[in-house]
Structures are given as C-alpha cells and as structure tokens.
C-alpha cells in the first residue's frame, strides 16, 4: 500500500502531460464568441453625430454589414481606420460601435480621420459591447442578412484579415442571398 | 566563419556531455574508479566549448553579422553596444545557449569544488548533469540553431532587438532567472544519484544544501530584477501581474524555498527524506516546465514571443523523459530511504513540515490559476483566463499562515520542545503585534482596513520574533553578548526572513495606500496628488541611438519646494516602429512619484498617468535581503572543503558529525 502511495506523483505528472500535449494543439488566441449563429442583440442607444437620434437594431440595414466596436482611447482603432474607410468605399456598409468613450473625443475623431460608418451608435456604459461579448477594441463582427452574427474577430482588420477572413465570408453570404432569392 | 565555429564549439560539447553522461556512470557500475574520475574532465571540456559557442555568438552580434538569422532578427548596427552583449539571449535560440551556458557552469563549479564529497557519488551527480545538457543541447541544436545563416541574401540591417528588452534590467536579469533555473537541476542531479545508489543520508543534504542555496539565491535576484523591469519599463505601474511567465520563474522559487528548509531538516535530524527528494524533483519539473510554457507558446502572455509546436514537442519530450523517469525511480527507491528519525508533535520538525505543506499548497495554486485557462480549453469548455483576484483570493491567506509559523519555528527546538516554551518566549510578541496591526491603519491612514492590519500586525511579529530570537542566541550563559555564537547559517536565515518581512511591509503598503490619477494635462498646468504638485511644463523631442522620443517635462513640487524633475518619455523605435513608453520616477525609501506619458491630446496637452506610490522600494530591498541571507548560509564553515577530510569519507562519519554539530 505504502509502495503505491509513491506512484502518486507519477501519475498526477501523466495526468499534467497530457493536458501539456493537447495544449500544444491549440491556439490561446483564438477567441471563439458565443454569439457567433446568434441573433444581433437589440438595443436602444444615441449616435455619435446626431445627439438627438436614437436608433435600434432595426436602424442596421444593408444585406449585410460590419459591425465594429472602436474608441478613441484604442490604438489599434488608429491603426485599423485607413482600412475600413477602404472597404466602406468598397461598398461594404459598417456600423460603428463607439464603445465606452466620451462623446467629444469621438466626434472629434470622426471628423479629424474621416468616417467610413454609415453611423456610431454611441455606447458610452457598454451596454451593447457587454450584450456582444466584447473584450476590448478593436472588434469586427460580420452579421448577414438574416441579422445572425456571422463571425466575431477580435483584433485590427488590415489588408490580410480583409483578405483572409472577412471577404470570403462576404461572398459566401452573397452566394447564400442570391441562392435564395433563386428558389 | 566565426558562426560555424560557435555551431561547431557546440557539437564537441554536445560530444563531451554525451560521454559524461556514459562512462562514469559505467565506471560506477563496474568498480573501475579510472572511468569514474573522467566524470570532471569532461565536464570542463563541456563547458570549455559551450563558452566557445557563446563567445562566437556574441562576437557575431557585436560585429553586426547579419548573415546570421539570429542576429538579423535581434539586433542592429545602431543597437548600442551593451545591448548587442545582452540581445544574444534576447531571443529565444539565444536564451538556450544561455541556457545550456550556465547548466555546464554549475556543473563545473560543482566539479572543482567537490572535492571533499565521494568521488563515485560526484561522478554519477555529473553524469546526470551531462544528460540534462545533452537534452539542451539537442534541442538547441536540432530545434532552433542560433548560428543558422541567411545566405545568399544577407540583409544590410537587422531587426533591431525588441524595444521593450533594451533596458539595464534586461541585461541582468535573464542571466539570474537562468542561473537560478539550471542550479536547480544540481539540485535535482544530487537527489537521483541518491535514488540511484540509495544513499541519502546528512552528508547527502550537507553536499545539496549550498548548491540549492545558491541557485535558490540567484533566482529570487532574477524574480525581484523581472518584477522591477516590469514596474518601471511597462509604464503601468504595477510591480506583479501573476503572468504565466511570472508564475514560470516564480513556482520553482516556493518549492526551492520549502527544498531549502527540508533539506536544513535533513542534515540535522535525518528526516523528511523522501520528501526532500521529490521536492529537488519537483523544482527541476517546475522550472523545465517554466521553459516549456515560455517557450512552447501554450499560454498567452506578454512573454511568449515564440510559437512554434515542434519546439514545445521537444522540450514536452525533455520534461516527459526526466520527470517520468525521476518519479518512477522515485516510486520504485523512495520507500528505501525512508529515515527512522522521531519527533514529536510540538518540534521544530513539526513546524518546518507544516510550513512545507503551506509553500506546496502555494505553489498548487499558482500551478492551477497558470495552466487552468489550458486545461478548460483541452476539455472544450471555453477560454477564459484566471485574473489576480483569483491569486489575491487563494495566495495571501496562505502567505499570512506561513508568516505565523516563520515567527515560531526558529524558536522551538528540533524533536521535543519544553511545552510553555512558546507562551513564555513569544506570548507578549503575539499580543504586540495584534495590537500593532490594528493599531497601525487607523493611525496611518485613518481609516481600518483589514488586509493592512493582518500585513502589517504579520510583518510585526516576524521582526520582533526573528530578533528576540536572535537575541536570545547571541547572549552568552555568563551574561554578555557573542554575535559569532550562533552559525553565519543562522544569520543567513535571520537575514533571509526580515526579507520576507520587509517584502510583506512593501507589498501591504503599496497595494492599499497607492494613490493614482489618469488625466488629461494642458502645459502649464499642475495637478495635486497626496501632497505632491506635478507640474507640466511642455514636451522636448529627444533623439537616442535607435530611437525617437517626445519627453516631458514634469516639476514636482511638495510644500511649494521643487523636490523633483521628471521626465517621461514616449519612444519610437526606428527599426521595428514600435511605441514604448519610459515612466519618470524619482525614488526614496519611503515613496515613488511615477508619471508616464500616455496619448497626445489636443493644444499640446497630454493623456498623463501618475502614480505615488508610498514604500514601492521595500520590495527591492527585500529581494535583495532574502537573497543576500541565502549566500550568507552558503558561506557557513560546514559547507566549506575540509582539507583534512578523507576523499572516500564514510557516510557514519558524517552521520555523526552531523549529529554532534
């Protein structure tokens, strides 16, 4: 008995190693969200440039559209800007999502950069970033024209994350309209 | 030429390990002293040609040799030189060869001086040594190959190291933190070659003791450098993150602390053998498995740069093979060994054990908090990441028990202590230091704050305790005080654990009496932050060697006196365009002003951060005390060489030395 008492740490060890193997396996980056298949949350929020209008779920037009949560104090958001005003004048709609930040600073923002969103709603305590699951900013979300979330990427979209992720599963939602429009 | 020649260096010192992890272990098994004695030779000559290795690296990077992949990724021809010395372990094929650097210095340090230990026992320590070398260096050298070319196209400019590495703090600490991992593996290199001849006696946790002590040293250097670079180089003023790579250099470091202390309990009293040996086993695992969580890209953090699975393969196979086979040696040989030492319930013993328990719990739960996030994402059930108030939640309580027991263990006597003893020697000093823990929020900050009180109240008692004690011990039977009666061993523990106090003070203090603001700062304009004014004065553009930055210009002011001129800085590095943030910190004893720069805003003015942070420096000084009280223990006379004692001596013998001594 006492003999098997010693194989002990042997087999906590095992245990560790093969948790360390599966490990290797997989990508601590990858960050899947809940809400991917599910429907766009509804909420009631204020835009950034018309304080006075407020708009809802039902404001999110277009076949389909991005949907990206941007602040002021990201730098990332910097980073990401040039892109996504090409690809707004690609004719992709974004949305923009002005994620816990101060009113003055982003509409300062917008006009000093430009800005490639069809409007910001302004969500200054989180409440639509906490209902999307949002880590941080920047983030990008794909919804389709049914109004499910396609695909969440957290992260700046550049030229490669253009290419890689978000294109292909444009065009695919493409394909999927103009399938049903057939039938 | 000269990188052929490093890789080269590195393949007969790979040859070298190979022999010595072979012939004298085959000397050993066929009595043939002759192959045993090969053992220290060809450890210098391991060592000899990993120096070689390393000496061609770094003149490759000193003389901006870009063909080599290696030094294009991290360095640049206007890296200043310091740097270039420190950017050869700047990276991860780099930090191997460091690596594998200080495994064969220790054991050729163990080599020289290892002349009063059992010649057949040394050899078998140095072959298993030389197996763990042969382990690195396969990894080096099949895996990732510093010395690899980029031909034909070599660039004209390299990469640049890493902004964030270019630091007085990253010269220094890498070295430490490895010097303290690979001195574990002596440790772990002595507790096989026991398992392997059944011989584990006093005399056997007399050879350990220093060399544990030593690296343990080093290590806690290497932490307290790791944790000081990361308060003032990230800019956001915290000194611990409980980061997986913290976590990485920071679990061998507990189980080395409880190694020390059971180790201390084998040479005097014979006890406790089995445990000592897996805990040598367990802070080698533990710091192969810090190498595997850096290097392998398994965990998220702001220190893995690398990613790469067949590297992690490699060194998951490394820690697969030596830990699987040390704990199944273990299981089959430990039972073997098992001392037949008594104590009773109230001993010294007894509190050591119990402190032990303490530091392995701590030690379970930084494990569990790092792999956790692993763990639930091998199982599919989601990512998460386990944040400091986990740590805070599960740490402390066990940090203030082990304190409690700090303050009593020198006190009581190995064995059997007289019951009332404690009451007598420390009933007041408790009581004091209730008192004085409750006392001191209230009159500090005004205000009762629970966690100040236990923080303070603990580092109270382990003061008073450790002195009174130490008191105690210097007074001569015939009245009068002897400061060289007790052993500079004993010292080196006093010294060691007022460190732990002063790091309890630092950290109980800084964490609850920090004051900060986030702002936003016109120039010219001031702002007011527990009695200090900081006032903007404007940004000055500074050009360095590699890199461009706006400064600013910050006066301190307190009682309407300027006390000090902070300059901040936001860098951009040229070559990799990288933003870096320089805090501005003016320092005392009893506080730190820390301003950082964040964005520009607009009219000149800037997002600032500032921070005072009231005792920050006790952490410093404790890490310096603690690992100042461990060479201290390593320079006890007991450890040293006796030139009269006999090559073969007898384990009764030092049986018996050591339990007269």
Known sequence: MKRLVLFVPLILFMVLGAFLYKGLFLNPKAMPSALEGQPMPEFKLLTVKQGDRVVTKSDLKGDYYLLNVWATWCGGCKVEHPYLLDIARSGVPIYGVNYKDSLENASQWLQSYKDPYQFSVFDVNGELGLNLGVYGAPETFVVDHKGIIRLRYAGIVDTNAWRVKLKPLIDQIKREIAQEKTS | ?661
């Open chain 2, 1 to 661: 030429m000269i990188p052929e020649l490093g890789s080269f260096a590195l393949m007969v010192g790979l040859a070298f390990a190979i022999c010595l992890s072979i012939i004298p272990l085959v000397g050993v098994s066929t009595n043939n002293l002759t192959l045993v004695r090969y053992a220290k030779p060809l450890t210098f000559g391991m060592f000899l040609f990993t120096i070689i290795s390393y000496l061609m690296l770094t003149v490759s990077f000193v003389s901006d040799d870009f063909s080599v992949l290696y030094v294009a990724q991290n360095s640049n021809s206007h890296l200043p030189v310091q740097y270039k010395f420190a950017a050869v372990f700047g990276g991860h094929e780099g930090s191997l060869l460091l690596w594998v650097l200080m495994l064969t210095t220790w054991a050729s340090a163990l080599a020289l001086s290892s002349r009063n230990i059992d010649e057949a026992f040394v050899g078998r320590v140095l072959a298993i040594l030389g197996m763990i070398v042969v382990g690195f260096m396969l990894f080096t050298l099949l895996t990732s190959n510093p010395f690899e070319r980029l031909l034909p196209n070599v660039p004209l400019e390299g990469r640049d190291l890493n902004p964030l590495l270019q630091d007085i703090g990253l010269i220094v600490h890498p070295p430490m933190l490895y010097l303290g991992w690979s001195g574990f593996s002596v440790a772990f290199a002595f507790a096989i070659a026991a398992l392997l001849c059944g011989r584990m006696d006093a005399a056997w946790a007399r050879w350990t003791r220093p060399w544990t002590l030593a690296a343990w040293s080093f290590l806690s250097i290497g932490i307290v450098l790791g944790s000081w670079w990361a308060y003032y180089e990230l800019g956001w003023g915290g000194w611990w993150f409980w980061d997986p790579v913290e976590n990485a250099s920071f679990m061998p470091w507990i189980i080395g602390t409880a190694l020390i202390h059971a180790l201390s309990v084998t040479e005097q009293r014979g006890a406790f053998r089995n445990w000592t040996v897996l805990l040598a086993i367990t802070a080698f695992s533990l710091s192969l498995l810090g190498t595997f969580l850096v290097r392998s890209g398994v965990i998220n953090s702001v220190h893995s740069f690398a990613s790469d699975p067949s590297r992690g393969m490699f060194i998951l196979l490394l820690l697969g093979i030596a830990v699987i086979g040390s704990l199944t040696l273990f299981a089959f040989r430990a039972s073997a060994l098992s001392g037949t030492s008594k104590f009773e319930l109230y001993s010294k013993e007894t509190f050591i054990l119990a402190g032990n328990i303490a530091l392995v719990v701590a030690t379970a739960t930084v494990l569990l908090g790092t792999l956790y996030p692993l763990l639930v994402d091998a199982l599919n059930m989601g990512k998460i990441s386990v944040g400091p108030p986990y740590y805070n939640a599960v740490f402390n309580p066990i940090v203030a028990l082990m304190v409690v027991m700090m303050g009593i263990a020198p006190v009581i006597r190995w064995k059997k202590n007289k019951a009332g003893t404690f009451r007598s020697e420390l009933g007041l000093v408790a009581l004091a230091s209730i008192v004085f823990g409750l006392a001191f929020p209230l009159l500090y900050g005004g205000e009762f704050i629970g966690w100040v009180a236990v923080g303070m109240g603990l580092a109270f008692w382990l003061i008073v305790a450790t002195l009174k004690n130490a008191k105690t011990n210097i007074t001569l039977p015939q009245g009068g005080f002897d400061i060289k009666r007790p052993t500079l061993s004993y010292w080196g523990m006093v010294v060691s654990h007022m460190g732990i106090a002063v790091a309890v003070i630092g950290a109980t203090m800084v964490s609850h009496y920090e004051t900060q603001l986030d702002i936003r700062m016109d120039v010219n304009s001031t702002v007011e932050l527990s009695g200090y004014e900081f006032a903007f004065e404007g940004m000055k553009d500074v050009e360095g060697p590699n890199f461009s930055a706006k400064q600013g210009q910050f006066r301190v002011f307190e009682d309407g006196k300027e006390i000090a001129f902070l300059r901040p800085e936001r860098r951009i590095y040229r070559v990799q365009t990288m933003g870096m943030t320089e805090a501005g910190i003016d320092s005392t004893m009893s506080r730190d002003l820390f301003v950082a720069l964040g964005d520009p805003l607009d009219n000149g003015a800037w997002a600032v951060r500032v921070y005072v942070k009231p005792y920050i420096n006790l952490l410093w000084l404790a890490g310096a005390l603690v690992a100042f009280g461990g060479f201290m223990c390593i320079a006890d006379r007991r450890y040293r060489a006796k030139k009269t004692s006999d090559e073969t001596q007898s384990a009764a013998t030092t049986d018996a030395v050591a339990a007269t001594a």
